[in-house]
């Protein structure tokens, strides 16, 4: 089934410059035939993970380098400090990796409470505050939770001077509804952003900035659903429907 996205813009939002059309379901083999190489996929994967990884992976080893250094004996407790502040940022991001990226996990499912202590954590480290309002007890199989990893976290992104980031999870007889709802100010995707949701390769702008969305838009259409995205002054809303398994 091809992945229909819908990309609705307001005329105020002059960073968003992508053209859309109502519905790209048709578009859809064209721009496959012009995405990432599986090669490059995951090369721009990985050069993702070591830009996440290198900053707390940096600040321990700085840590430990004060630790036996004898002139910084006034330093001890700053070190330890910064170490496990670094080494928590590392753990949050390795348990965020291994749901919203691959199947390394053994679980073939995942607990709302589960994902929402994750995402959770990883909030901890933006500017941007969670409001996780599905319950604890719904449980999610893979495809979903790793499209609602990858939504949660783009949204709080969208959110680079603050806001609020709600994350809700909606069913009906044959399909599950994920949304995100990120509110505040210059709440705004970049436009190689929204060039990965619309499953489009990156032209300009930060491969950073790109690879995540592209790689929800792979994880939605692997599972045969649709992504929307809706772009207001100070508000963006994403929208992904996913077919009921089994």
């Not at 939002?13 to 790209?24: E, F, G, I, R, Y």
């Not at 600040?59 to 170490?83: F, T, V």
């Amino acid at each position: 089934m091809a992945l229909a996205v819908l990309i609705k813009k307001d005329s105020a939002m002059d960073d968003v410059s992508l053209a859309t059309a109502p519905d790209l379901a048709n578009e859809a083999p064209a721009n496959e035939a012009k995405g990432p190489s599986p090669y490059d996929l995951a090369t721009q994967l990985v050069g993702k993970l070591c830009h996440d990884f290198i900053s707390p992976t940096g600040a321990i080893i700085s840590g430990l380098d004060l630790l036996s250094d004898p002139q910084a004996a006034d330093m001890r407790d700053d070190a330890i400090n910064l170490i496990q502040t670094s080494a928590n940022k590392m753990v949050t991001l390795v348990h965020f990796a291994r749901v919203a990226f691959g199947a390394a996990s053994s679980a073939e499912a995942f607990s709302a409470r589960e994902l929402n202590k994750t995402l959770s954590d990883v909030f901890s480290t933006m500017r941007a505050n969670l409001e996780f309002q599905i319950e604890d007890a719904i449980v999610f199989e893979k495809p979903a939770a790793r499209a609602l990893m990858n939504l949660g976290y783009i949204a709080g992104n969208a959110l680079p001077t603050g806001g609020i980031a709600t994350l809700t999870r909606e069913e009906t007889d044959t399909t599950i509804v994920l949304k995100s709802d990120s509110k505040g100010n210059r709440a705004r995707l970049k436009p190689e952003a929204i060039e990965g949701l619309a499953g489009q390769p990156l032209s300009d702008g930060l491969t950073g900035q790109w690879i995540q969305p592209f790689w929800l838009y792979s994880v939605v259409k692997e599972a045969g659903g649709t992504l929307e995205v809706t772009a207001e002054p100070d508000h963006l809303s994403l929208t992904i429907t996913l077919p009921k398994q089994g």
